[in-house]
Each structure stands twice: as C-alpha cells, then as structure tokens.
C-alpha cells in the first residue's frame, strides 16, 4: 500500500523559501501525477501544482511564478519549492498522488504539515 | 476561469438525517473528472466519490453522488456521527486545471 510521508522546516521567514519534500514508500513513482495541495488555516484546499512522473509539471497560476514542483523517481520523493513567501503561504501542505491512467482525482494522500511563515 | 461554488456553507443536521450538497460549476466540467472528499479536523482529505457518481473503495453506500455539466450534488443518506466534517467538490480539466469548491460544512444540530 504506497504511504506519502511529507517532511521540511516548520517556520520559514517571509521573502524566504519554503523548501517540503514527500517520500513515497509501498509503491512505484512511474506513471502517476503527483501534486502539492495546501490548506490554510480556516480555509479550503487549494491546489499547489503537480508533476508527472516524467518531469513535466504544472501549476496553479496564482503561483506559477513562485512554485517549482520536481520529482526524483530514483529516490521515490517529490519536492516544493515555493519562493518569497507571505504570511499568506501559512498552511498545512499536503502531498497527493491522482490514480493510473486517465484519473484526475487524489486517491492517496499525505498527512500534510503545517508550515508557517512568520519572521 | 472556472469557479465551483459549494451551497449551503454550513449545514446543520441530525444524526440519521438526509444530507443534500451542492457543488456548482461556472463552466461546464466533464462528469469523469468531479470528485468528492470529506475532511475531519486534524486529518488528511479521504477520496468519497470520483467520476461524479462512483463511490472510492470502503466508501458506505449512504453516501451518493449525481449531476453533470454544471450541477453536481452530494447526499448522504442517513448521517452516522462519524459523518459530521467538511466536504469539497474538485475538477479537473478547466483552467484553473484543478479546483476546489470551498467546502460545505456538515455539523451537528
């Protein structure tokens, strides 16, 4: 059963860098998209972006100049990294894998972690 | 850009009661790509309906899910306590490439 584990600095200074990383285990990287959603507090989801197991990513354009989404097939993790950031980035991150295929929809998700930017 | 609204905001039910959720599109989004979650404080979204109208595994057969184009809708039939959170709609296909509805609340009456 694939399990995502999400891991990076709980704090981040604004204007700074936010820096996350998903460790997939229990399954394969290849053939499937893999996104970055958030939460912020009191509010809904919002989707980050995603890549497919090939490289190719793409975002959310509220953040599209902001974000980059990689993916390492050989080390089975993802990565954010989400540049000058706000307090307005304040949120629980969650990393999330679409089903096989032609499936546009999360069937796995990591637990998330709150990252909060404040100086 | 495509926006979904979720009606009502906040739902307010008893334990045993119908449950009807709105989840409304300003363009029209393919049924194959509308999909549902429920959310509990402190816990990760769980996948309940994908493709409109197909519950994910383990998912209860009180909870339904219909609709096309535009209109899309939630019910679950009877609400067990373990029921009460926040639900999301999503697409995908539109640009923005994926959405969120921003959550109806179900909570105890």
């Known amino acids: 059963q694939v399990q995502l584990q999400e891991s990076g600095p709980g704090l981040v200074k604004p204007s700074e860098t936010l820096s996350l990383s998903c460790t997939v285990s229990?399954?394969?990287?290849?053939?499937?998209?893999w996104s970055w959603i958030r939460k912020p507090p009191g509010k809904g989801l919002e989707w980050v972006g995603h890549?497919?197991?090939?490289?190719?990513?793409n975002y959310n354009p509220s953040l599209n100049s902001r974000v980059t989404i990689s993916v390492d097939t050989s080390k089975n993790q993802l990565s954010l990294k989400l540049r000058s950031v706000t307090a307005a980035d304040t949120a629980v991150y969650y990393c999330?894998?679409?089903?096989?295929?032609?499936?546009?929809?999360?069937?796995?998700w990591g637990q998330g972690t709150l990252v909060t930017v404040s100086s | 850009e495509i926006v979904l609204t979720q009606s009502p905001g906040t739902l307010s039910l008893s334990p045993g009661e119908r449950a009807t959720l709105s989840c409304r599109a300003s363009?029209?989004?393919?049924?194959?790509?509308l999909a549902w979650y429920q959310q509990k404080p402190g816990q990760a979204p769980r996948l309940l309906i994908y493709?409109?109208?197909n519950r994910a595994t383990g998912i209860p057969d009180r909870f339904s899910g219909s609709g096309s184009g535009t209109d899309f809708t939630l019910t679950i039939s009877r609400l067990e306590p373990e029921d009460f959170a926040v639900y999301y709609c999503?697409?995908?296909?539109?640009?923005?490439?994926?959405?969120f509805g921003p959550g109806t609340k179900v909570d105890i009456k």
């Open positions: 229990g399954g394969s990287m290849s053939g499937y998209y």
């Open positions: 363009q029209s989004v393919s049924s194959s790509y």
């Open positions: 890549v497919y197991s090939s490289g190719s990513a």
């Open positions: 999330a894998r679409m089903g096989y295929g032609d499936v546009r929809h999360f069937q796995v």
């Open positions: 493709g409109a109208s």
């Open positions: 999503q697409q995908y296909g539109n640009s923005p490439l994926l959405t």
